[in-house]
């Protein structure tokens, strides 16, 4: 089945979309199929994908896997969104990572995130929704999220993944992940697949498209990077 292609709409402050270019073969709904998929919460109950957004809005996040670094800093900027701001507009966030469930409580804990988080530890819908695996060398700009730099975040990966109750990579190294909005229904409103590991769309871009008030992010030391 082919995966969805870019969406051309953009949600704007109220209910109401507005048009946005973009492809050809944009503008698909959520195939039923790919809704139908089950996702995993923190106690390995199954949910059907589609359920996640089926009576709400909803901005998704798919991540790489919760021993990378660059992924661990976003979801830690994701949960300094306050739940009032989400609320006001309408709006549920959602994590999906791809490890075992087993997984998710820990990285809540270590990321202080606290709103809905699932894991499809197959993969199958980052492969349905044409979720790239492997890097691909383009460049992406500084990333407002990213507090770390290459060796020091890549050691403390490293040194998470050997002291963990689990040793593994709790996910698939070379998956991609991705930002879309989907709902009410299987309506997609807009998709960005990562190109590579700091591909990631920034926060307050995302928000401003739901009609979500901006956060705060710049509240951190800078970094240098090597």
């Given at each position: 089945m082919a995966a969805p292609a870019p969406v051309t709409r953009q949600v704007s402050g109220g209910a109401a979309l507005?048009?946005?270019?973009?492809?050809?073969?944009?503008g698909q709904p959520l195939a039923a199929a790919v809704a139908d998929l089950p996702v995993l919460d923190a106690r390995g109950q199954r949910v059907p994908f589609g359920a996640l957004f089926r009576d709400r809005?909803?901005?998704?996040?798919?991540?790489?896997?919760?021993?990378c670094y660059i992924c661990k800093e976003y979801v830690e900027?994701?949960?300094?969104?306050?739940?009032?701001?989400?609320q006001e507009a309408n709006v549920t966030l959602i994590v999906i990572g791809q490890s075992s469930y087993h997984h998710i409580e820990p990285f809540c804990k270590l990321t202080g995130y606290s709103h809905e988080i699932y894991v499809d530890p197959e993969r199958e819908i980052y492969k349905r929704l044409g979720m790239k695996r492997g890097e691909e060398?383009?460049?992406?700009?500084?990333?407002?999220?990213?507090?770390?730099?290459?060796?020091s975040g890549s050691l403390r990966s490293l040194w998470r993944a050997v002291t963990g109750p689990l040793f593994d990579f709790q996910g698939d190294p070379a998956?991609?992940?991705?930002t879309l909005i989907l709902g009410p229904g299987n309506n997609i409103h807009f998709?960005?697949?990562?190109?590579n590991r700091l591909d990631h769309k920034?926060?307050?871009?995302?928000?401003q498209l739901v009609g979500v008030q901006h956060v705060n992010f710049t509240n951190r030391p800078s970094v240098i990077h090597v």
């Open positions: 507005v048009p946005a270019p973009s492809g050809p073969d944009s809005r909803a901005v998704v996040v798919f991540v790489r896997h919760f021993l900027d994701l949960a300094r969104i306050p739940k009032s701001f989400l060398i383009a460049s992406s700009g500084q990333s407002p999220h990213i507090k770390s730099n290459l060796l998956q991609q992940g991705g998709i960005h697949r990562d190109r920034p926060i307050n871009s995302v928000l």
